[in-house]
């Protein structure tokens, strides 16, 4: 089973752009979706954004779209998400996963999970 890592949190105040990574331990095919989530302190895990990786089709959910861009790097087997124009309501552990299924936004259709990475954005 893959792995994931997910690098790039950090903190930053409203308005600023972070880049999150997920490097994944092996090849994912062309049928997987790679996927970011993130779990604000006494919140559900959310869906952000995903990709399908053979094709590269994006999906974002509406309270991200047009500020976050997913994209994938096939030879490095990566999923970056560019966050810009962050607002605090962003603040969460975001977390990257692998669906082998292909395109879902329930958390629970993800087989692999990452371990997070904090994102703070404050006002």
């Known amino acids: 089973q893959a792995q994931l890592v997910e690098s790039g949190g950090g903190s930053v105040q409203s308005g600023g752009s972070l880049r999150l990574s997920c490097a994944a331990s092996?090849?994912?095919?062309?049928?997987?979706?790679m996927g970011w989530f993130r779990q604000a302190p006494g919140k559900e895990r959310e869906f952000v954004s995903c990709?399908?990786?053979?094709?590269?089709?994006?999906y974002y959910s509406d309270a991200v779209k047009g500020r976050f861009t997913i994209s994938r790097n096939g030879a490095e087997w990566t999923a970056d998400l560019q966050m810009n124009s962050l607002k605090p309501e962003d603040t969460a552990i975001y977390y990257c996963?692998?669906?082998?299924?292909?395109?879902?936004?329930?958390?629970?259709?993800?087989?692999?999970w990452g371990q997070g990475t904090p994102v703070t954005v404050s006002s």
């Open positions: 996963a692998l669906n082998r299924n292909g395109y879902s936004t329930i958390a629970r259709d993800y087989d692999a």
């Open positions: 092996a090849r994912p095919y062309s049928s997987h979706v």
């Open positions: 990709i399908r990786w053979g094709t590269g089709k994006t």
